[in-house]
């Protein structure tokens, strides 16, 4: 008995570098059910696109990448949960996802300990890459490769107060972290450029009449809305804007172009605009590419998030770039290759020239997104000068 | 003045809403003492069923008025069968057990998994329910409503003057009535108690039903959209007393109009503290609600 113990032992023993050939694995959690499946179905959709180009290459190491994909339904608990399962039991190399900064900020803590990276390819709460920066933590394994809040605030501000030369601007903001933290980035925004929101109004998800939060916007003399919230309520105001025979543009972070807002707002949200990283329009021969190939794998002709679906596919070439470099999977020799990549990665939003250091884990700066429209049921250039000939790629400047 | 009468309006569609859900409430609170905790999956589900009857009507090239006055009927139904499969499961073992709280529990459960069953049929995005009456507001001396609105104060009205009518003069309402003033003297003079209860559990989620398809072309359907609006309801049915039909709806346009005044006048971050401190307020003045009869509890 004790003779077979060691020979199974042996066996064991004997079949591990055998090992060397197995998949890498990465992790991807994101909603794919719920109020915010949108995006995270795009963003899912993406990253598999890349995955399977990359595989079809000969993998990365010559190992193929593995996804194992879990389903975190914009929830906190679940995203700790999963979080757990894909250390603990699958033992990911890295994992890419988080549509929601609630959930990002809860499940990265367990990646950070285990010294994993995380690559934020949607969430956008300006403190996501900033909850393990500096203080003790000897390094920070929290990336991310979205324009944040801070930038799209800024973005809302400069638009509407000196492009489109509005004054008094109303804030509509849901009550939820996002629309909160949302409505203070904007407010200081709003600040630097001289300007107090004429009304700063809030709202439940699930709230059904905007009118009192509409009356006063109107009786405050407002000509702009900027809204910070997600599709269903935006939505209810572009809807409650017509029933009070009231127009005003509305200007609002990138959730302006979610499906829930475009289907359900109808002709009343033509015209909204937000900042997209990426527009469904093939101005470089890489979002040419991009585009169809995704038309063609999934059998649609509108992707239903752009942004996400561009930002997700991005973000395994970012790992896999740094995979390579790094010769190895252990997670601090991925990071340590993420801070320093030294090849340059031709993206659908931008090309990443050297997107990270060790002080900084933002991949895109305020000049890259640009600003998308509301047309008709789809999200198009609001301003088709700002993506012609060069300026088509936008790229980080250095540090 | 403008301004506050539309706020008054806006106040009045949703305060509407609110009543219908607590006349539910009202209904099975009479002839059993028992309520229905998932009444708001109960609008749930009418609306999402009500979706799908009009959708496939629609697709039948029938207009959206058409499709949507012969879903009523089949939501109507619907509604009604969903009440008497909760009453059936979840309430009459309580009640025979003279359980106190065996039908609380079992209500909430039904309704966690009607809203689970709804989010794996109909998916949990919120979705658009194809509106019958033209979107476009009418302007009444500046005041605009839309159509919708109007239907929905009348709708509610339609269906709360059936079911009084009902109970009021049809030989099964007075059995109703009769189980609603007392149980045990009703089942001594030769009323079948269990049966009224049922049908009580099926006019109150048919009434709910309607709720849900009367607001979901102004709002949006979806499996969530029930947890809100059955946790007002439920505020609203405090409010106006639990055993008048009249009070609730009296309750819901006090906490419908309160709702958007408040937003308005002092701020849209406080819309629902009015209504919790009213709420506070009736339960420590008068318990029994604005409308109800006090209870004179014998030992």
Same mark, same amino acid.
């Given at each position: 008995m004790r003779l077979f113990r060691l020979l199974s032992l042996a066996a064991l023993a004997l079949a591990t570098p055998a090992l060397a050939a197995d998949p890498i694995k990465i992790g991807l959690s994101g909603p794919f059910t719920g109020g915010s499946s949108s995006m995270g179905v795009s963003m899912r959709d993406g990253v598999k696109l890349a995955v399977s180009e990359i595989n079809a290459a000969g993998g990365v190491l010559g190992r193929p990448i593995e996804l194992v994909e879990r389903d975190d339904e914009a929830k906190n608990e679940l995203g700790v949960q999963i979080a757990q399962e894909l250390i603990n039991k699958e033992s990911v190399v890295a994992t890419v996802g988080y549509i929601n900064t609630g959930v990002a900020l809860a499940s990265q803590r367990f990646y950070q300990e285990a010294e994993i990276p995380v690559m934020n390819n949607v969430a956008t709460g300006s403190i996501v890459t900033k909850q =393990? !920066? *500096? $203080? %003790? #933590?000897? !390094? #920070?394994y929290i990336f991310r490769n979205a324009a944040n809040d801070a930038i799209q605030s800024r973005m809302i501000a400069e638009e509407a107060?000196?492009?489109? *030369? =509005?004054?008094k601007p109303a804030i509509l903001a849901d009550a939820t972290n996002y629309g909160q933290l949302g409505k203070t980035d904007l407010t200081n925004a709003l600040q630097k450029l001289g300007v107090t929101p004429v009304a700063t109004e809030k709202f439940n998800t699930g709230d059904t009449d905007m009118t009192a939060q509409l009356l006063r916007a109107k009786e405050a003399g407002a000509d702009v809305i900027l809204t910070y919230a997600i599709g269903p309520e935006l939505a209810q105001i572009a809807n409650g804007m017509a029933k009070l025979g009231w127009k005003v543009p509305m200007v609002g972070?990138?959730?302006?172009?979610m499906a829930s807002f475009i289907d359900t707002a *109808? !002709? #009343?949200? %033509? $015209?909204a605009m937000m900042p997209q990283t990426f527009i469904q329009v093939p101005t470089t021969p890489k979002r040419k590419a991009f585009i169809e190939a995704y038309q063609k794998a999934y059998k649609i002709d509108r992707i239903p998030s752009p942004v996400s679906a561009a930002q997700g596919y991005d973000s395994i070439y970012l790992l896999a770039a740094a995979i390579s470099q790094a010769k190895d999977t252990d997670g601090r020799k991925i990071r340590e290759a993420l801070e320093s990549l030294n090849t340059k990665i031709e993206g659908v939003v931008t090309t990443y020239d050297?997107?990270?250091s060790a002080t900084d884990h933002e991949a895109i700066s305020d000049n890259i997104p640009v600003f998308g429209l509301v047309k008709g049921g789809r999200v198009v250039p609001a301003h088709p000068e700002d993506l012609e000939g060069d300026k088509a790629m936008r790229v980080k400047p250095k540090a | 003045m403008q301004i506050f009468m539309q706020l008054i309006v806006s106040g009045l569609s949703v305060g509407m809403i609110y009543g219908v859900i607590a006349f539910g409430y009202q209904l099975t609170f009479g002839t059993s003492r028992t309520l229905n905790f998932g009444q708001g999956e109960a609008l749930m589900l009418g609306s999402l069923v009500g979706l799908t009857t009009v959708n496939f009507l629609i697709g039948q090239s029938l207009g959206t008025l058409t499709a949507y006055l012969l879903m009523l009927p089949i939501v109507l139904v619907f509604g009604a069968a969903q009440g008497a499969v909760v009453e059936w499961l979840g309430v009459r073992q309580a009640l025979r057990a003279k359980s106190d709280a065996g039908w609380i529990m079992a209500t909430i459960a039904l309704g966690i998994i009607f809203k689970n069953l709804a989010e794996n049929v109909w998916g949990r995005d919120a979705l658009k329910f194809p509106s019958p009456l033209p979107e476009a507001s009418l302007s009444f001396g500046g005041v605009r409503i839309q159509p919708m609105e109007i239907a929905i104060v009348i709708g509610a009205i339609v269906l709360m003057t059936a079911v009084e009518v009902f109970n009021r003069f049809s030989i099964y309402g007075k059995a109703v009535v009769a189980t609603s003033n007392d149980r045990d003297a009703a089942g001594l003079m030769g009323i079948n108690t269990s049966r009224v209860i049922t049908l009580s559990y099926a006019l109150s989620s048919m009434s709910a039903a309607f709720a849900g398809v009367l607001v979901a072309p102004v709002t949006l359907t979806g499996a969530s959209m029930g947890a809100v609006l059955g946790l007002k309801a439920f505020a609203v049915a405090i409010i106006g007393g639990l055993s008048s039909g009249l009070g609730v709806v009296v309750g819901g346009l006090i906490l419908g109009i309160t709702e958007t005044l408040t937003g308005y006048y002092l701020s849209t971050g406080y819309k629902d503290v009015p209504g919790l401190v009213l709420l506070l307020v009736v339960l420590s003045v008068k318990p029994a609600g604005l409308f109800g009869k006090a209870a004179i509890k014998k030992v």
């Open positions: =393990f !920066a *500096g $203080g %003790d #933590n000897k !390094a #920070n107060i000196k492009r489109q *030369g =509005f004054k972070s990138w959730t302006l172009s *109808g !002709a #009343n949200g %033509d $015209g050297h997107p990270y | -």
